[in-house]
């Protein structure tokens, strides 16, 4: 097996927020609460759950902008979850984040040379004329060109701007982009234009994702392995195909049965299963399996133990103890769970 680029075990991140008005004494919001997995070279794991489930503190965690509560980090072998700031300043150009809006990430009074240079200097410094070239190259990668050099970020379009974000996302040669949600705000035929651009440039060159969404669609585009999240944890980790094929848990395939099919066969066979309610609080999430109060197929025992892992397949887990709905074998090795 590979190492991975990417190695998360047991990660929590509980925020303990002393915003707000009844904030005062309350209890920690579990976002990402013991989520493990990894993610091979080159390899894209799409993450998808309803809003709130911990998604992009996950996404964030990882890269350290949020510190994590507890839990460990790998990048390339490297234990990083304790890195000092020096280290995490050098390990920023192997692992770059696209974000949904890239206005807010973009200097609002730098020009496009300015902004893809500032993250080419961060691998060295190059001459005037070779880093210009090398900007033009990026634009370019990303069906921008060079006329568009001396402009601001707020002189491009919603697409055009995702873009800008993706060059100088790939401008340090990145092992790993986490991809928040980057084609949300966009129009929907923008959306596609983007999607493909992200899949090109991906295979071209190779670079590992976390890519972060909503829509199941989309992440089936492009990821390799999916995992799903209900309120701070994995409920299932499978290879795309499996996992729209073949989903095991409830919460999974309620997500699945609120997705648009395209196949009809497919459409036929799938169960519908109707999310009722909302998202419970992640400060005060319920008992044992977290997905139980707004599951079908809940038993008493749901609310005791937390559900261990199942393994089903090759690389297709899943947490849920109805064996005759789920089925699998118990897994004891939590990074069982990884590539
Ligand atoms: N800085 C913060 N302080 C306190 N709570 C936070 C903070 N950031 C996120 N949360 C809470 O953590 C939980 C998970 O949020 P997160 O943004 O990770 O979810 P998400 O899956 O990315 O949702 P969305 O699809 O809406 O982007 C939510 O309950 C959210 O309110
Ligand atoms: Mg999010």
Redesign the pocket.
Known sequence: MTEAILEVTNLRKH?T?TRGLFSRGSAP?K?VDDVSFSIAPGEVLGLV?E???????VGRTVLRLHEPTSGTIRFGGEDITKAPAGRMRELRREMQIVFQDPFGSLNPRSRVSEIIGEALDLLGSLPRDQKRDRVVDLLQQVGLSGDHLRRFPHEFSGGQRQRLGIARALAVRPKLIVAD?PVAALDVSIQAQIMNLLVDLQREIGVAMLFIS?DLGLVEFIADRVMVMYLGRIVEVAPARDIYANPRHPYTKALLSAAPVADPRLAKRRERILLQGELPS?ANPPSGCTFRTRCPFALPECAGERPAYRKVADQHFHACIRDDIAGGEEVREVMALAT
Request: charged share 15%.
């Open positions: 925020y927020s919001v976002a759950g809003s709130g489930s911990g998604k992009s503190t949600e909503h992640p």
